[in-house]
């Protein structure tokens, strides 16, 4: 049996949890401690940047989904580990107020579990979305359940933005709290029995080593060009992941809940740009996944370019509109990066779907952590170099355009149209 079109999208519920829980770690607590307690922006930066590089054993977990074992109990238990993390994160920042040690020892362990979290039940997700849709609805799989995972933190950053003001210590305990618990309740709920109707029998056990199950996938060219894609892609990006509120709250004067709210709308372009991609690549057929990826990465390059030249006249009303176009192109890279990989997940060696999955999760993780990292520790040199805030921040918005445009170059080389969109060959291999 494979998965039916709700069967997709209860496991999209899952995806629309993860990401409800992970945008508050990396937009409402990343403001708080750089506005708030007036942290430097590279230390929010090195705490996402742990629980993203703690997401290479993300090849791990895909290979353990694809050698046996009920893929369930990962995706539970991994969505109970990310909980707890957020909640702990919450309450290190409550600690940086009276004793930055504590708050910072509480805080790594927190990003640790994080980072655990995250790589246990998406990829473990991920796999089971892979090996249990039919190959024909793989690349509408993926856009279903991303689609969802974006309205779930567009949703999530818009609705904390209304209560999260006016900002107390123990609101913001109370917020988090809900909507961790939530998001293991209907977690459980969604993948519960899910399995056992697609794959009712335990997978019997392989004996192969997960280090030469990678080396098979590394093998694979059309694979491990297309990983390099990822890696270089993603660091454009993450790049403004940690610094786009702080810009906000110190150069147009947000509060945190605006910040937060500014957020919600950026999420809700990039559901949006997907959207548009899913009915006119998919639904129309209009446009090559390659032409599509080109599209978004040229259109979030000139996004930045505006949201830069906004930062002189800092009029608060401009800001939003800017950053809801940026997401908007950033929603079209990334749904026609993701068709590409569902699809390409089934290409090769059968039964390493999950392995795929992995080695190109844990790419994007080290990606999202490496740009993460540099965009924030860049913000803290260029404001000292800058007298102004807007100059500094302008400075790094810019350079993250200038990836973006030579992600577009790279993409024209890697993505081959004529492969519906898939990671181009290269004969002899």
């Not at 009915?279 to 370019?305: E, P």
């Amino acid at each position: 049996m494979t998965l039916s079109w709700p069967g997709i999208v209860r496991l999209g519920l899952v995806q629309m949890a993860l990401g409800a829980v992970v945008v508050l770690t990396t937009s409402t607590l990343n403001r708080l401690m750089v506005v708030e307690l007036a942290l430097p922006a590279v230390l929010p930066g090195l705490l996402v940047a742990l629980h993203y590089g703690i997401q290479i054993t993300r090849p791990n977990w895909g290979f353990m989904s694809d050698t046996g074992g009920r893929r369930t109990r990962w995706i539970i238990g991994g969505m109970i580990a990310l909980a707890a993390g957020a909640f702990g994160a919450s309450l290190g920042v409550l600690l940086f107020e009276t004793s930055f040690a504590a708050g910072l020892s509480l805080s790594i362990l927190a990003y640790a579990m994080i980072g655990l979290g995250v790589g246990a039940a998406g990829t473990s997700l991920l796999a089971l979305l892979a090996t249990s849709t039919e190959p024909r609805r793989r690349a509408a799989a993926a856009t279903i359940t991303w689609l969802m995972m974006i309205a779930g933190i567009a949703i999530t950053a818009g609705t904390v933005g209304v209560f999260l003001d006016p900002y107390t210590p123990m609101l913001l305990l109370k917020i988090v709290g809900i909507v961790t618990v939530g998001s293991v309740v209907l977690t459980t709920l969604a993948v519960w029995g899910v399995e056992r109707r697609v794959q009712p029998v335990e997978r019997p056990r392989e004996e192969t080593r997960f280090i030469d199950g990678l080396k098979e996938v590394w093998g694979e060219m059309a694979a491990r060009h297309f990983t390099i894609f990822v890696f270089l892609s993603m660091i454009a990006y993450f790049m403004q992941e940690l610094i786009l509120e702080p810009y906000a709250g110190l150069v147009f004067g947000f509060t945190p809940g605006q910040s937060t709210s500014l957020s919600g709308a950026q999420n809700g372009g990039v559901f949006l740009g997907m959207l548009t991609v899913g009915i006119m690549a998919t639904g129309l057929r209009i446009g090559s996944l390659r032409a599509w990826v080109v599209a978004g990465c040229l259109g979030s390059a000139a996004s930045l370019g505006a949201i830069t030249m906004l930062g002189g006249p800092a009029v608060t009303s401009t800001l939003t509109p800017a950053v809801v176009a940026l997401g908007f192109f950033n929603g079209m890279f990334a749904v026609a990066a993701i068709g590409s990989m569902m699809a390409l997940a089934g290409q090769g060696r059968s039964s390493r779907e999950g392995t795929r999955m992995g080695l190109w999760g844990a790419a994007q993780a080290i990606a999202a952590g490496f740009g993460g990292l540099v965009g924030a520790a860049a913000v803290d040199v260029m404001r000292v170099s800058f007298a102004s805030d807007a100059t500094a921040f302008g400075a790094v918005f810019l350079f993250e355009a200038g990836l973006f445009v030579v992600a577009a170059l790279l993409a024209l080389k890697v993505i081959d149209p004529n492969r519906g969109g898939h990671a181009a060959m290269v004969p002899g291999e």
